[in-house]
């Protein structure tokens, strides 16, 4: 027989449970206690390396600039903008990268690999969002990472009270099926989980406007959908012809060339890249190799280049290795390549000196632009670039401030036209580039996010 005092001890030990949970749960925000300081608080989330993540960066800069207090959470792998550090507004907090050792790049092991990354993601963030940081009015995620940034996120923001706040820069199913294939269970599941996880967001900034329709029309986001396209940030801007030879004469990688560079004999070509599967760099180096096969023969008037690639990422020693055979089987007589990594800093001075920008980005969803498009136009750097997506012109136009291109010929042809002969269509192209990079990130950003975060 059960007796009174049975269910009394269970009473009690069930409230105890409750209220030991209740108490462990991260303390949720005080709208009050922000409005007596008249500060606004924001976390700006990422599941990846804030060094390399300028949008998350900039977010972070523009709303200290309004004296708003930021705290930023991600991996710490590379340098972050100096600006950043020196704030008194802004607080870093670095979360645990998933063990290299673990890493693959096979799809079979992938699949077994996946879930126990994303159990250590999970409780990386649920720390470093619920207890780690202090309880914030807004919260802004980059997605993607998609898995479990998402999940993670909603779940913050119900306990702690907060407003979220997307920041789509691709769709996070669309990068998966570049690995696994568009019609793989997991990405069939990557897309309900990005579409319904999504939809509990207060707001959703886009970095295209197609994006953005696709949001409205197709994914049927009840939260606002505000694009907010990516623009250059301060440091990105053309340098004068005494301070691009001063800078030229000082990067290691250009220093040994710099009379070449002086004289016009040597151009200089860069492109960004993490290295990663939706940028095909053999097809740069095949279109430079037979770039440097004509200017030996048929079209002697050419001159020599050089093609600067910074970034680091998984591809990058292949592409090194097959850029050492191309050159021991003499395909390269008239074209140099390097690959650097570079400081925030450097990195904007090589856009602003360089000759031409190159952009192999292939969008996985068809909707989104790559960052180093932009910064180069705000360096008046004229972009070459893979067209074939429908967003490609919202930021060049064929002939005005850069060139589109679908193939290793393709390329070809834009870079005997632009380099050959009195280089009057690339100074044509460096006008409209200099042109389009005239609106800023400041300008774009307090006219929608600030607007939105009640700073602006």
């Known amino acids: 027989m059960v007796t009174f005092e049975y269910w009394l001890g269970c009473t009690v030990l069930f409230f105890s449970v409750v209220s030991v949970f209740l108490l462990c749960l991260p303390s949720a925000y005080n709208a009050k206690k922000d409005k007596k300081k008249h500060v ?6 990422v ?5 390399r993540s300028p949008r998350i960066q900039y977010h972070a800069l523009s709303i200290a600039k309004h004296e708003g207090e930021v705290d930023i959470i991600g991996y710490q792998e590379s340098e972050v903008h100096p600006d950043i550090r020196s704030s008194p507004h ?3 907090h670095s979360i645990a990268p998933f063990p290299k050792f673990l890493g693959t790049e096979s799809k079979w092991i992938f699949l077994f690999q996946a879930p126990l990354k994303v159990i250590f993601q999970v409780f990386s963030l649920l720390y470093a969002l619920g207890y780690r940081t202090s309880a914030a009015k807004w919260m802004i995620v980059q997605n993607p990472p998609t898995i479990p940034t998402l999940f993670v996120a909603q779940v913050i923001c ?57 949001l409205r029309r197709d994914m049927a986001m009840p939260g606002q959908v505000l694009p907010m396209h990516d623009r250059p940030f301060s440091q990105f801007k053309p340098l004068t012809e005494e301070q691009r ?17 002086a004289l016009g004999k040597l151009k ?17 180096l095949d279109a430079v190799s037979r770039y440097s096969s004509m200017a030996t023969s048929s079209h002697p008037h050419l001159p020599e280049i050089l093609v600067i690639i910074t970034g680091k990422g998984p591809q990058r020693a292949d592409f090194e290795h097959k850029v050492q055979a191309f050159r021991a089987e003499g395909k390269l007589e008239m074209a140099r390549f390097e690959t650097a990594w570079l400081t925030t800093g ?104 600030g607007k939105l975060l009640g700073v602006c």
Request: aromatic share 10%; hydrophobic share 45%; glycine share 8%.
């Open 47 to 51: 599941l990846g390396d804030i060094g």
């Open 268 to 284: 200089v070509l860069v492109s960004s890249t993490s290295w990663t599967p939706d940028e095909d760099f053999s097809l740069l």
């Open 346 to 449: 450097d990195y904007a001075c090589l856009l602003g000196a360089a000759d031409l920008g190159i952009s192999l980005h292939i969008s996985s969803s068809g909707v989104d632009l790559p960052m180093k498009i932009v910064d180069m136009l705000g360096a008046g750097l004229p972009v070459l670039g893979w067209d074939n997506f429908q967003t490609w012109p919202e930021l060049i136009t064929n002939g005005v401030n850069g060139q589109g291109f679908r193939s290793t010929s393709g390329l070809l042809e834009v870079l005997v036209d632009l380099l050959g002969n009195d280089h009057q269509k690339l100074r044509t192209l460096k006008v409209g580039a200099v042109e389009e990079g005239k609106r800023r990130w400041d300008d774009e950003w307090d006219s929608v996010a």
């Open 158 to 214: 119900f306990i702690r009270n907060t407003h979220l706040i997307i920041d789509w820069h691709n769709f996070g199913y669309s990068i998966l099926s570049l690995k696994l294939g568009s019609n793989h269970p997991l990405v069939r599941f990557s897309r309900a989980y990005e579409r319904n996880f999504s939809k509990f967001a207060t707001a959703h900034f886009t970095v295209t406007d197609a994006m953005a329709r696709i």
């Open 40 to 45: 606004v608080r924001v976390q700006v989330v």
């Open 90 to 92: 802004i607080e870093i």
């Open 245 to 261: 030879l001063k800078f030229f004469s000082q990067l290691p990688e250009t220093a040994p060339l710099i009379n070449e560079i």
